[in-house]
């Protein structure tokens, strides 16, 4: 009983070891683009019920269209965050490419149903935005990691235009 004991307390100190901590209380989650780690580390906002641990895996943009036309999904830095709106869980997903000009972000409300916060587009010529009434239209699924949200859209010139991105984020 006691080998057992000092393994659980073992297994329990490398776990806590692996999460890290932080003067806010956040879990560090490192996330990982397109099969490589980045080695970069997120804060998270502490997990709420359940297993009582972030289950860590990769963020990834896997498409993107405005209009129809497929965008590049060539993010090298792509994250996702876990925080609090209202008393429910948030998605913050974020894909940059720095060289490239161009940044992807999405925020859903999970509540039920889940609702658009802010989903947005720039690149070095253009950037689109759903407004508060496109977003209360959105349509957002998830399937396990995976979510997809569609919108109507405006750009910096006050063309509408839709847009759809599909993106995995780690659980909180």
Not at 78 to 85: G, K, M, N
Not at 137 to 157: F, L, N, P
Request: net charge negative; glycine share 12%; charged share 20%.
């Amino acid at each position: 009983m006691r080998a057992g004991g000092a393994l659980a307390a073992t297994l329990l100190a490398a776990g806590l070891a692996a999460c890290g901590s932080s003067d806010s209380g956040g879990v560090s989650v490192e996330v990982t683009t397109g099969g490589a780690a980045q080695g970069q580390t997120e804060q998270s906002a502490p997990p709420t019920g359940g297993s009582g641990g972030a289950d860590a895996g990769p963020a990834q943009l896997q498409s993107l269209t405005v209009n129809g036309d497929d965008q590049s999904t060539d993010f090298p830095d792509t994250r996702c965050e876990w925080e609090r709106d209202n008393g429910h869980p948030q998605l913050e997903f974020e894909a940059q490419n720095d060289s490239a000009g161009t940044q992807l972000q999405v925020e859903i409300v999970m509540s039920d149903p889940p609702r658009l916060d802010d989903f947005e587009f720039e690149t070095q010529h253009n950037e689109w935005e759903a407004s508060d009434a496109d977003a209360a239209q959105a349509t957002i699924t998830s399937d396990g990691g995976t979510y997809r949200v569609d919108s109507s859209v405006t750009d910096e010139d006050d063309q509408p235009a839709r847009m759809a991105a599909a993106f995995t984020c780690p659980k909180h």
